[in-house]
């Protein structure tokens, strides 16, 4: 169904869904990013379909808009937020914590839940981001829903009357709210006490005997659907492209990678679901581009019919990127077959001890055969993902990074010569940020000095190369996201008058420490940007029930120092992080 008010720039999607408001339980759908980003996120995608498969449920999106914020009206019917029942905000990344406290304002409601009155509606958070460490923001909301949607989605159905009661006090109905599932999380029943100490740790967390602890995320374990995109538009960086999810998690084990772990084990989708969302799903919204979500996890001959079936359904196939050692002959000629103009490899470090430093698993050889076999197939321009500041990073490691960008260009030149034609190289480069729940999480971060540093001298060195082009992240943004990704509830306060300061996160900590002397918050901003000792415990984040044990992460984080790697997650064969309920 074509929607959308005209002149606007979701007029042109294609599959929003739209019911009638009389007798339904109304939800506003909030992503806190503008409407490409939103409509480029399949979890988005998926929470908005699975609600609105209940006829008893009417959801539509709202989403951040900086021209278009008051009033913010919804995308399927221009309602106004305060004639929905039910807010979710469904938070995919650190950054978008800040646009939250301007978004509850804007909405007309107290922005910090404590303080909200009975008959306003509540606020509930879900997504990868607030499901790995929701304490920065945990203030702002009445409740989260930890971990994946899908095999909760019936028992939070059942919990709206409850939550929509206004008859009852609101704290009552979020304890009454909580009991349905123990990945309903809502904080005002829990109490941190803080470690004078160690900024980041929590000594203890009050509750009544009836609340769970701590929280255990949902995890699914597949059906007979997969999640796919059920709204098509060409307003995102992917165009008018159906995004597919072929698996879920990644066992790779990348040491810097949180949704890697918190989305552990890995699981695929069954080929024939995958194949029925290719055909039925392009069928309906007329596109002939079709993304796939999830390849890490899928073995090579699945990758490789996936690709055949979207051949055979005559569709474009694309990828948001690719390891270099599963970059066949045979996969590469699909790709060809598909009409992709441009490969993306996931690099992340130039050097090879690096690289095993951080878990990768990817010699040099691995990277210039996977770029010979792109190339040799008329897949003519690469992009090529890297990452800066890394642990223990040194100045041999910028420089082979540098070699190693000039070997594939050179590699680009022997096949331009033969085939006429020459294709560009880019290399994008984000800054590392020490993430809650991976192995590195007790490493700090680059210096902004030491980080401009080899970002010029990568410029200098292959700025002047024909056809190649460099990108990078922002330091500052990347230190933000350090800051938030550890962050305690302390920071809320901080985090609500980021917007009155331009999204100054620095200034807000230090105008919260002169005013207030909130000294607490501005030592967690430091320690959470430096290197923590491994005897901190307790972290503010492990409220969340991760299966993954801090012992193993601990091993990780000893052999990553070794340069030690380790195999890719088997399920069947081992249990050793706890994601299998195993023991190390």
Not at 67 to 93: A, K, N, Q, Y
Not at 152 to 163: G, S
Not at 188 to 205: D, E
Not at 410 to 432: C, D, N, Q, V, W
Request: proline share 5%; glycine share 6%.
């Amino acid at each position: 169904m074509e929607g959308g008010p005209k002149g606007y720039k979701w007029a042109l999607e294609k599959g929003a869904i739209r019911k009638r408001w009389s007798g339904r339980a109304r939800i506003a759908l909030v992503f806190p990013n503008e409407y490409k980003v939103a409509m480029g996120n399949l979890g988005f995608h998926t929470v908005y379909a699975l609600l609105n498969s209940f006829d008893s449920v009417l959801c539509e999106r709202i989403v951040w808009d900086p021209d278009r914020l008051s009033p913010t009206l919804s995308i399927e019917s221009g309602r106004r937020i305060d004639e929905f029942d039910i807010i979710m905000f469904s938070v995919s990344f650190e950054l978008d914590f800040l646009k939250l406290p301007p978004m509850l304002q804007h909405f007309n409601l107290h922005i910090r839940a404590e303080d909200r009155e009975k008959t306003e509606p509540a606020v509930i958070g879900g997504g990868i981001a607030l499901s790995i460490n929701p304490e920065p923001v945990a203030p702002f909301m009445d409740a989260v829903i930890v971990g994946e949607f899908e095999p909760i989605v019936d028992a939070f159905i059942d919990a709206l009357p409850v939550l929509m009661d206004s008859s009852i006090e609101r704290v009552d109905r979020l304890r009454e709210f909580s009991y349905y599932s123990r990945s309903f999380y809502v904080p005002r029943l829990y109490m941190p006490s803080y470690s004078n100490s160690h900024p980041l740790c929590v000594t203890g967390w009050g509750h009544k005997k009836d609340i769970h602890f701590p929280v255990v995320p949902a995890r699914w374990e597949g059906g007979e659907t997969v999640a796919r995109s059920v709204i098509t538009t060409p307003d995102t960086a992917f165009g008018n492209m159906m995004l597919i999810e072929v698996a879920r998690g990644c066992g790779h084990g990348c040491r810097f990678c949180a949704a890697g772990f918190a989305y552990r084990p890995p699981r695929r989708w069954r080929l024939d679901n995958i194949k029925e969302a290719i055909i039925d799903g392009s069928a309906s919204y007329r596109t002939d581009s079709i993304g796939l979500v999830g390849l890490e996890a899928s073995d090579d001959n699945t990758l490789n019919e996936i690709i055949e079936i979207a051949l055979f359904s005559k569709k474009r196939v694309s990828f948001s990127s690719l390891r270099a050692d599963r970059i066949s002959p045979k996969f590469a000629y699909l790709l060809s077959k598909s009409g992709i103009k441009v490969a993306t490899i996931g690099v992340e470090a130039g050097s090879e001890q690096m690289r095993k430093r951080i878990n990768k698993r990817l010699t040099d050889n691995d990277i210039l055969r996977a770029v010979h076999t792109l190339l040799s197939h008329g897949i003519k321009n690469l992009k090529l993902y890297f990452m800066l500041g890394l642990p223990e990073e040194g100045d041999d490691d910028i420089i082979n990074t540098v070699n190693l960008l000039k070997k594939i260009k050179e590699t680009m030149l022997y096949y331009a010569r033969r085939k006429g034609s020459m294709g560009m190289l880019t290399a994008s480069f984000s800054i590392f940020v020490p993430k809650v729940l991976t192995p590195f999480q007790w490493y700090g971060q680059a210096g902004s000095k030491e980080l401009s540093e080899r970002i010029n001298f990568i410029k200098r060195a292959v700025g002047p190369i024909p056809n190649m082009r460099t990108k990078f992240d922002s330091i500052k943004n990347a230190r933000y996201q350090a800051i938030l990704s550890k962050g305690t509830r302390r920071l809320s306060r901080a985090i609500e008058l980021t917007f009155k300061l331009n999204f100054n996160l620095d200034k807000a900590i230090k105008q919260l420490t002169a005013r207030n002397g909130q000294e607490a918050v501005l030592n967690e901003s430091i320690k959470a940007i430096e290197k923590i000792p491994l005897d901190y415990n307790c972290f503010s984040w492990e409220i969340i029930g991760h299966n993954i044990k801090k012992e193993y992460l601990l091993l990780e984080y000893e052999k990553s120092l070794k340069k030690i790697e380790t195999e890719q997650c088997n399920p069947l064969m081992c249990k050793a992080c706890g994601a299998c309920k195993g023991d190390i």
